[in-house]
Structure formats: C-alpha cells, structure tokens
C-alpha cells in the first residue's frame, strides 16, 4: 500500500482545496501515480479530485461508515498509486456535532501525518502562535509541516519564515493570486462537470502552486498507512436492482464510487442516463437510482423533458423500484418551486411539493430507521447518513420513508415518501449501521 499524507487546515476557508488540487495536479504532471480521498461528507471536492488526477476519489468517513467500510474505500482509494493525499474536511479538529470524526480522527485512524495549509493573509508573526498551538493540541496525530496560502511580498514572506524557525518546517508559501479563485453556490464550488475550462485551471493552479511548494519535501513526508484492507461484510446500501437505471449529469451529480461499485459488485449491471439530455430510464431496467445534485437550476428544461418524465412514470407503472436522494427525491414530486417562485411539474410519482425560493440550510449527520419493509431492507433497518440542501418541503402527503436522529440522537422526525415501489428523502446515504 502506497505512503499517504493528509492535507487539513485550521478551519474552512483556508485554500486547502485549490492547495490540494493544483498539488495533485503538479504531482501526476510529474509522473507521479497519485490518488486522493476526501475527508467527510462531499459529492463536490472529489470530483475536482478526479480530474487533477485521474483516478477516482473516495470519501473516508469515520462518523457514517462501518469500520470495515471505510479500510476497504481507503484500499480503494490507494489502488496502484504511488501516493496517496487526502484532504481534510472544516478545520482539523472539526468533525460531527458529537465531537467525533474530525480530519485528525481520520490522520489518527490511520497513522498518516498532516500537513496544514495555513491562511496567513492579515498575519504576521502571530502565525507562530497558530502553528504551535495546533502542533501541541493533540499528541496522537503528526502534524509533520505547513504550507502557507495568501502570502504578500518578500517582506510578508520573510516575517512569517522567521516566526517558524524551530516551531514547524514550511514547504511553501503560495501567493496570493486571483487565478487561483474557483467560484462558488449555496452547495459549495461549482461543479467540475459545469467548467468546460477546467483543464486549463487545473494546469495553471499546478504552475502556481507546484512552483511555490517544494514537491520532493512533500512527497518525502509520506507515511505508510497503518492496518491492512479488510473486505466489507455487505456492501453499504444493497442493489436496487439487478438492472439499475442511474442519473448521472450536470443535475444529479452527487454519487459515492463506493456505492455504485458495490453494486456492480454484486452483480447490478449500471446503465446510466442523462435527465437533462432528455434521456428515460433503460426500458429494461428493475430499478432507477435519481441522485442528488442541482435539479433546481434546470426546473424548467426538466419539465419541458416529456422522454424523461415519461420514461420515469412508465417504469413506475411497470412496478420498477426508484429511489431519490435530495434532487433526486425533488424530481420524483408533483411540483419543484425554483428561487424565482416559478413551479414546475415534476415526474409525479411521490406526493410532494419541494421549493428553493426561501433559501434554508439543512445540514448535518443523520442516523435513519427504515419506516416500513421494503428494498432497503426490513422496517427498524439503520442506515447512516448525511443531509446538506437548502430546499424545503412544501407540502407532503403518505407515508414517510425514514425517521431519522442527528449526531447528537435528536429526532427529527419522519423524513421522506414512500409510494409502493417509489421512494425518496432529502438524505444522502452513506453506509447501513451494521453487517
């Protein structure tokens, strides 16, 4: 198994993302076999991840995955690399609300050593402070040096080199730079699918940063993982079919590797197609899988989309099990209301209305109980899982789908629909609780 490194930062919005993807990108340009994961719940930074290198990214989660889940994702995740880099989620000792699955649990879990990448725009000498402190707050984890992201002119360069003599070794100190901005939406970065310039970032990021970072001391700072692969007992959610219709475009993104791979795995032959493109469902298909992702932005071309609305009510009439998550649950309503108040028909074939027009943050871990049998298994079944939109029900009618409990063991309530083989929730699943 290659060495690995994990780059964090001291909280969310610290460039740890362009850092780690311009390095990524700077090291497979040099002939380095890299691969990466990510840290927590994120559909969106792995794809990033993907295209700087090549290979695909997985999501390591300490919080929402079985232990033997998240050993074979990083197995997977290391595959034939030379190097693995992972990057954090929030700050390092940021994780769920119950204190647990932070990005040092994961460095400690796995005997890997941090990099920190530290924003020092408006900082001085007082970086040393930062560095220290974030150096001795935890005796089982390596915090082995530092990158420093937003630096001014030679003078600002040399107050922080000083501040660190002795106290941490500083790989690089990357400027600041416009070039280096992605832009972003109420989710996060805007897609990777969405930038039709993205080779050209990428390259031009890899310039900037693999010039400002000293690439050999980085690479040489790699540890070997600690464990061995361990095999998962059951995949993390089971196929919903033998032949398993899934959306995949600008609109319904949002999909773990980890979970479509288990799957075929086990058999599933995947057919993807494209709601956006106007594409239905295979008509040989048992199953349809509508992910998450931004159907919000394209309300209005998915209702004029009659082959897909269509080609989804047809398979619900043939008694195909279809099962959304988030965007996915939204097109499976009668109506989705866009930031304009402007309703659009939907598929519907669950009784809902959904609506972006008053924006409303919902996020966080989710422990899910399965309401009633069905393909997810046998009512009380527990998954794990995560919840992160902004949408919110309007109206709901039938029977829910889950209940669900937060990271704390609140109850939030019922959560979902469930029409005969149909069903959907706002919550993205991770992995079942257990074996």
């Given at each position: 198994m290659p060495a690995g490194l994990i780059l964090a930062a001291p909280s969310s919005g610290s460039g740890k993302t362009v850092t780690t993807l311009s390095l990524l990108r700077a090291l497979a340009a040099r002939g380095t076999r890299v691969s990466s994961f990510k840290v927590g719940p994120d559909y969106i930074d792995p794809a990033f991840h993907g295209a700087a290198t090549g290979r695909p990214c997985r999501n390591l989660d300490l919080w929402a995955m079985r232990p033997e889940t998240l050993d074979a994702t990083f197995a997977a995740a290391t595959g034939d690399a030379d190097l693995v880099v992972g990057e954090g989620v929030m700050g390092l000792f940021d994780g769920a609300a119950d204190g647990s699955a932070s990005t040092a649990d994961v460095a400690a879990r796995l005997g890997l050593p941090v990099v920190l990448v530290v924003d020092v725009k408006g900082q001085g000498a007082s970086v040393a402070a930062l560095v220290q402190g974030f150096r001795d707050f935890r005796s089982d984890i390596t915090i082995a040096a530092v990158i420093l992201n937003r630096v001014g002119r030679e003078?600002?360069?040399?107050?922080?080199?000083?501040?660190?003599?002795?106290?941490?070794?500083?790989?690089?100190?990357?400027?600041?730079?416009?070039?280096l901005a992605l832009p972003e939406r109420h989710l996060g970065l805007v897609q990777a699918i969405e930038r039709p310039d993205l080779e050209q970032f990428l390259d031009q990021a890899a310039g900037i940063v693999g010039g400002a970072v000293d690439l050999d001391a980085l690479a040489a700072l790699a540890r070997a993982p600690m464990g061995a692969e361990s095999p998962t007992s059951a995949p993390p959610l089971p196929p919903l079919g033998q032949r398993i219709?899934?959306?995949?475009?600008?609109?319904?993104?949002?999909?773990?590797?980890?979970?479509?791979?288990?799957?075929?795995?086990?058999?599933?032959?995947?057919?993807?197609?494209?709601?956006?493109?106007?594409?239905?469902?295979?008509?040989?298909?048992?199953?349809?899988?509508?992910?998450?992702?931004?159907?919000?932005?394209?309300?209005?071309?998915?209702?004029?989309?009659?082959?897909?609305?269509?080609?989804?009510?047809?398979?619900?009439?043939?008694?195909?099990?279809?099962?959304?998550e988030c965007g996915g649950f939204m097109l499976l309503g009668e109506r989705l209301i866009d930031a304009e108040g402007e309703s659009h028909i939907m598929a519907g074939l669950l009784p809902t209305v959904t609506s972006i027009d008053a924006p409303r943050l919902h996020l966080g871990y989710r422990r899910?109980?399965?309401?009633?049998?069905?393909?997810?298994?046998?009512?009380?079944?527990?998954?794990?899982?995560?919840?992160?939109?902004?949408?919110?029900?309007?109206?709901?009618?039938?029977?829910?789908?889950?209940?669900?409990?937060?990271?704390?063991?609140?109850?939030?309530?019922?959560?979902?629909?469930?029409?005969?083989?149909?069903?959907?929730?706002?919550?993205?699943?991770?992995?079942?609780e257990t074996s």
């Open positions: 003078g600002h360069r040399a107050i922080l080199g000083k501040a660190l003599e002795g106290i941490m070794p500083v790989l690089g100190y990357i400027p600041r730079d416009t070039r219709a899934v959306a995949l475009d600008a609109a319904f993104a949002f999909t773990y590797p980890g979970i479509l791979e288990a799957w075929r795995h086990a058999g599933a032959e995947l057919l993807p197609f494209s709601p956006l493109a106007d594409e239905a469902p295979d008509a040989s298909c048992d199953a349809v899988y509508l992910p998450g992702g931004y159907p919000e932005l394209h309300a209005a071309r998915l209702e004029s989309n009659e082959t897909l609305m269509n080609g989804l009510r047809d398979a619900a009439a043939r008694d195909a099990v279809m099962f959304g899910i109980t399965l309401a009633h049998d069905g393909v997810l298994g046998p009512a009380g079944s527990v998954y794990r899982g995560h919840e992160f939109h902004y949408a919110r029900l309007v109206r709901q009618r039938g029977t829910p789908l889950f209940h669900a409990t937060d990271a704390l063991g609140r109850y939030f309530g019922p959560s979902g629909a469930v029409v005969g083989k149909v069903a959907g929730s706002f919550l993205h699943l991770i992995d079942r």
